[in-house]
Nanobody, 124 residues
Framework: VQLQASGGGLVQAGGSLRLSCAASGRTLNINGMGWFRQAPGLEREFVAAIRWTGGPTYYSDSVKGRFTISRDSAKNTVYLQMNSLRPEDTAVYYC??????????????????WGQGTLVTVSS
């Protein structure tokens, strides 16, 4: 399975972006997908996650209420709609896939597939 992330770019504070992550190959190996981000000098952190078959979504406290994760099963694609962006949201965003159990949906270790990353820059 390969994950291809896209949609990053430069946006002013308060603006919006939508990231996409398309999965190809043996997608039956995936039951959950997530977004993580990594800012310069910091560790990669959890942003949002969703079960592949729908159901609950998961968000970090820092993005809850501003970001929305969704998926289109027919297109094998997961989206991250980011609204009210802040300069502190600037990072490389990575999509992740795998078979995480519920308790590991928010952890890097819950995923074994990673996209290449897409840069989001929010200017003040």
């Amino acid at each position: 399975v390969q994950l291809q992330a896209s949609g990053g770019g430069l946006v002013q504070a308060g603006g919006s972006l939508r990231l996409s992550c398309a999965a190809s190959g043996r997608t039956l190996n995936i039951n959950g997908m997530g977004w993580f981000r990594q800012a310069p000098g910091l560790e990669r952190e959890f942003v949002a996650a969703i079960r592949w078959t729908g159901g609950p979504t998961y968000y970090s406290d820092s993005v809850k209420g501003r970001f929305t994760i969704s998926r289109d099963s027919a297109k094998n694609t997961v989206y991250l709609q980011m609204n009210s962006l802040r300069p502190e949201d600037t990072a490389v965003y990575y999509c992740a896939g795998g078979r995480p159990i519920i308790s590991s949906m928010r952890t890097r270790g819950g995923y074994n597939l990673w996209g290449q990353g897409t840069l989001v820059t929010v200017s003040s």
